[in-house]
């Protein structure tokens, strides 16, 4: 098993910062590719951004140029940086991991508790 303990969250005015992390932990060979998704009541729940083993990363259209996804991978550990926050970026902020238990395992993908962000006044 693995557990993804993630942190940062809070309360932050608009055009305010936060970072985000995520430390896995557990059986773990390796992890492909790590991500943050985000989920407001009644909605589904979408990608933020993504990074894989190879430091490539994707993001939500929304959030290009405002967020910034890195990783260390000696913690196994994800972090989002989160600059010029809006309000309509408030959600519960759900980290995840694509996870190899051996070398000759496939990927099982684990996601964390949740962190909530307010962005408000």
């Known amino acids: 098993q693995v557990q993804l303990a993630e942190s940062g969250g809070g309360l932050v005015q608009p055009g305010g910062s936060l970072r985000l992390s995520c430390a896995a932990s557990?059986?773990?060979?390796?992890?492909?590719?790590m991500g943050w998704y985000r989920q407001t009541p009644g909605k589904e729940r979408e990608l933020v951004a993504q990074?894989?083993?190879?430091?490539?990363?994707n993001y939500a259209d929304s959030v290009k140029g405002r967020f910034s996804i890195s990783r260390d991978n000696a913690k196994n550990t994800v972090y989002l940086q989160m600059n010029s926050l809006k309000p309509e970026d408030t959600a519960v902020y759900y980290c995840?991991?694509?996870?190899?238990?051996?070398?000759?395992?496939?990927?099982?993908?684990?996601w964390g508790q949740g962190t909530q962000v307010t962005v408000s006044s």
């Open positions: 990074i894989n083993s190879g430091d490539s990363t």
């Open positions: 995840t991991a694509n996870v190899r238990h051996g070398y000759s395992s496939g990927t099982r993908r684990y």
């Open positions: 557990g059986s773990i060979f390796s992890i492909n590719t």
